[in-house]
């Protein structure tokens, strides 16, 4: 239309990112983590010391899109393929990269399951902290549906060579059915008070079985990460 103008984005400044100011989204303590440079910051260290030129990135969880940013913005990586289950944060994802100038990544609206089809999702007043777990419905201000994906498919069709895992609790179920052997690193942040001790252990099998160990070095109390060498270039 002639004579319409362009609305003016806001924007907050994390380091050298910057995420759009939409309070919609954005919690105000996620603001101020941002502002003041305390968001993710175990997870974002084990990734940028794990992820390398020409990787192939899987992001399960992908939250306001901090962690997919930071690795497109500092690593020339091949490609990062982010799944997300909260449709909003789906789109303010795409929103990020297009403000930081990512554009090799894709924004997957999905999850990933032992069976393709279809799951409720639980939207809570905070999309934060909307999940898969209707948890007697604390919270939940409606439910949506979300696609799941056959994780085997999915992994075979991307061929990561490094996992970065955030999906609140869901972890000990998921990564027991990833084929995991052709991953070079995963970076993968526990929730023990969710999991218990069961699914700790389930997730470290897994990644024992596939012949990556545990990396203390880069691994920082919940934030987990497991590596195939322990050689760190």
């Known amino acids: 239309m002639d004579g319409a103008t ?3 984005v806001d924007f907050i400044k994390s380091g050298s990112l910057k995420f759009p100011k939409r309070p919609d989204v954005l919690p105000p303590r996620i603001r101020r983590a941002l502002r003041i ?9 084990a990734v940028l010391r794990v992820v390398r030129e020409g990787d192939t990135v899987m992001e399960l969880g992908g939250g306001v899109g901090f962690i997919s940013s930071l690795i497109g913005t500092n690593r020339k990586v091949d490609h990062i393929h982010v799944f997300e289950a909260n449709g909003t944060l789906a789109g303010y994802i795409a929103e990020t990269h297009a403000a930081n100038g990512v554009d ?7 999850i990933l399951g032992k069976r393709k089809g279809t799951a409720p999702f639980f939207v809570r007043g905070s999309l934060i ?8 419905g604390k919270g939940v ?3 949506e549906t979300v696609d799941v994906r056959n994780v085997k498919s999915e992994m075979k069709a991307i061929k990561p060579d490094v996992l970065v895992c955030d999906i609140e609790g869901a972890e000990a179920d998921l990564i027991p ?3 995991l052997s052709n ?3 995963a970076v993968v942040e526990l929730h023990p008070q969710w999991i218990g001790p069961e699914g700790v252990s389930a997730v470290f099998q897994a990644f024992m079985a596939a012949g990556l160990a545990y990396f203390p070095k880069l691994s920082n109390q919940k934030v987990v990460t497991f590596r195939r060498s322990w050689l760190v270039k």
């Open 6 to 8: 362009t609305p003016t």
């Open 37 to 45: 440079g305390a968001y993710e910051t175990k997870e974002a260290k």
């Open 104 to 110: 090799n990544a894709t924004v997957h609206h999905a």
């Open 129 to 136: 902290a909307s999940s898969l777990d209707e948890m007697d």
């Open 141 to 143: 201000v409606r439910t």
């Open 177 to 179: 059915l990833m084929d």
């Open 183 to 185: 991953l070079r690193a």
